[in-house]
């Protein structure tokens, strides 16, 4: 079993946050958001992040100035992405402000944050700590299927360097699949897990744990965050309301080592 972090909450401002200490060891600054600290309504309240699901885009973006800031930047500098459940990684190094679209983001950049949103899926964070690489990946089901941890850690030169922290999402205890999803999770030790009928139970952070560990990460060195997602009310969850708002793991890399950069 990967070793577990207990999230607790600590402000910056007026910002609730849940800040994950451990990742300054490894040179970078990195927090998850909850639901409460911004200004959108119900059923989005309070602090949503996601600009496709239905909230007013004001109300968005006043929502994203506020976690920018908790990172000292300012907005266009919080790098996220139109995420579509696939495996595309974008370098945000090359990036000069257009939009993106994928499912990871990785950078040497101190200049920038980088934002992944969920409301069940997991989000994770990728540290080198031989290197000033970090990324960062959204991965539900259909991304784990397409490759996206795979993809991301091809985009480190040691995966034995790589620590990685898996953040809130959906416990195995309240992600019911179908057969036809659970199928490709069968060969995987603990992934998938028998309910009633036809029905399984599917636990996404095994899964990524196997597929990091075949890619080169030390077991000891992936952390799963707790409490998740189940019930909606610390984080959003799709499965436990819909519409509703998404929340983010936000890093970046407070400074630069003079370790070699030899990543692809």
Known sequence: MSPTLNLTTRSRGALPLYELDATREWAVDAFITGREGGVSLAPYDSLNLG?????????????????????????????????????????????????????????????????????????????????????????????????????????FADPSTVRVVIGPHISSRSYQVGPEVAQHFFDLEGAVLDDKGDRHRLDLAVIARHQLTRGGVGEGNVVVCEPGTDEGSIFFSDRAQRPCGRFALVARRFYHSTAKEGNK
């Open 51 to 155: 600009i496709h699901v239905g909230d007013e885009p004001s109300r968005v973006a006043e929502n994203r100035r506020r976690v920018a800031a908790a990172m000292g930047l300012d907005t266009v500098n919080l790098v996220t992405s139109s995420q579509v459940h696939g495996a595309r990684v974008n370098d945000v190094d090359q990036w000069r402000g257009e939009p993106l679209v994928g499912d990871a983001l990785v950078s040497t950049r101190s200049d920038v944050a980088l934002c992944v949103l969920v409301a069940d899926c997991l989000p994770v964070l990728l540290v080198d700590t031989a290197s000033t690489r970090f990324a960062v990946a959204h991965a539900g089901w259909r991304g784990l299927v397409a490759g996206v941890i795979d993809a991301t850690l091809a985009r």
